[in-house]
């Protein structure tokens, strides 16, 4: 007799068996979910509130507790469903999610004479799960006054600090692990390490999760959400909005038609830039609409910040309908929001955090008497994500890489009433700060760079004449997250160059500025 084939399954998708990021309130609570994704595995984030059926209902390969700003005997401090420990899955507790761990598993947290915040010298056990192939001294980043005095029943010490000897422990028999310090930041030297070791060894997480699996799981469940309905995106040029149509033109092709509306507040090139990727390259259906004159003329007048932003929005409202009316019956539209949109709205309420989306995040406001269907390729990833998939799609280096840019653009960058003339000035000195930035190599390492305009007059000499001119200032910080954000320290040569171009190659200005704010408390943009 011959022997039946054997069928071998599928592997199941990353998402269908992800890390799940339980949150206690900690600062580094999404940066620990993008750091289990940088070692090429799916994480999500939940609260400290979800139930053990919900979580038995996911499938996930393994729990990471964050920390959390409370200490854990405290009354009222974030608690989780014991009943999550019967379930038998990996478990990381980091910071305080160790220190719930130790007390709800028969150890012991106590609030000890010293404290430790910053750099902490580790000594390791290189036998263990968490430090096998590290160095036993090593650099960790702590955040603590409380510290495990008693492990779990059960579990044994693998890391000691001078001020905390119980900085990590694990027990392989019930999987479960804790780490005093905080592996996802920066500063603790193998942080990376210790938690693919848990994630590859202990877990036996596959590192599946890359930018071609995404835009292969991304078109499937396009095509079958759409199926052969048509589907209109309004793109922006940002990066977001133009990797969710590429995603979507490769899922449905002609089916989807891109709207560019240019209200003339982009940068220099980049409306040509988009028109020219889009329909030229490309080959997605575009419908361009030149609505410069027409949002000019909207602003004529207007100087208050917030009056520029509400009418640029109810004109984006209003010749976004117009081209939509003329396309005939739509049903869906593409929209770019990001995984942290969606942390950032659902924010612990109920069984996840993907529950709702920020309401402000539709493209230029559309209004909800559209009655479209939301299509959103990009809700289950952070920024960093959604680039390395345009650079998959094959989308220009320039735009993949773009720094953020506000939807009014330039209009909320001249400080005061937006005159043809002030647009001209700006947009020729953003360009000079974008080059200078570029050539120097610089451009990667800033979450922004640009130029703004106040529309006063200052006095200068050029030649043998007195001039009364505009002043151009310079803005350019670091960030992670724009949450908070420093001035950027750029070489001083970098900013002779750019004030020197600007002040020599522009008409029309006479003095170049730099903004040495950080935020708090001023705010990235000046409007």
Sequence with gaps: MTEPAVLSLPEPAPEERPVLVVDFGGQYSQLIARRVREARVYSELVPHTISADAVRARRPLALVLSGGPASVYADGAPRMDPALYELGIPMLGICYGMQLMALDRGGRVERTDTAEFGRADLRAERESDLFTGLPDEQVGWMSHRDSVTAPPEGARVVASSGAAPISAFEDPA??????????????????????????????????????????????????????????????????????????????????????????????????????????????????????????????????????????????????????????????????????????????????????????????????????LELVEPLRMLFKDEVRRVGEELGMPEKMVWRQPFPGPGLAIRII?????????????????????????????????????????????????????????VIRAVTSDDAMTADWARLPYDVLETISGRIINEIPGVNRVALDISSKPPATIEWE
């Design 174 to 371: 019930a999987r479960l692990y804790g780490v005093q310090f905080h592996p996802e930041v920066v500063h603790t030297e193998y942080g990376q390490d210790v938690l693919k070791n848990f994630l590859y060894r202990v877990a036996e997480a596959p590192p599946a999760w890359t930018a071609a699996a995404v835009i292969e799981e991304e078109t499937a469940r396009i095509r079958a959400q759409v199926g052969s309905e048509r589907v209109l995106c309004a793109l922006s040029g940002g990066v977001d909005s133009a990797v969710a149509a590429l995603l979507a033109y490769k899922a449905i092709g002609d089916q989807l038609t891109c709207v560019f509306v240019d209200h003339g507040f982009m940068r220099k090139d980049e409306a040509e830039q988009v028109v020219e990727t889009f329909g030229g390259h490309f080959h997605v259906p575009l419908v361009h609409v030149d609505a410069r004159e027409r949002f000019l003329a909207r602003l004529a007048g207007v100087s208050d910040p917030e009056e520029k932003r509400r009418r640029i929005g109810e004109e984006f409202i209003r010749v976004f309908e117009e081209e939509a009316g003329k396309l005939g019956a739509v049903r869906y539209l593409v929209q770019g929001t990001l995984y942290s949109d969606v942390i950032e709205s659902g924010g612990g309420s109920g069984e996840g955090v993907a529950a709702t989306i920020k309401s402000h995040h539709n493209v230029g406001g559309l209004p909800e008497e559209m009655d």
């Design 416 to 472: 005061g009433e937006v005159t043809e003339e002030r647009l001209a000035i700006l947009r020729e000195a953003d360009a000079v700060v974008q080059d200078e930035i570029r050539r120097a190599g610089l451009y990667r390492e800033l979450w922004q760079s640009f130029a703004v305009l106040p529309a006063i007059r200052s006095v200068g000499v050029q030649g043998d004449e007195r001039t009364y001119a505009y002043p151009i």
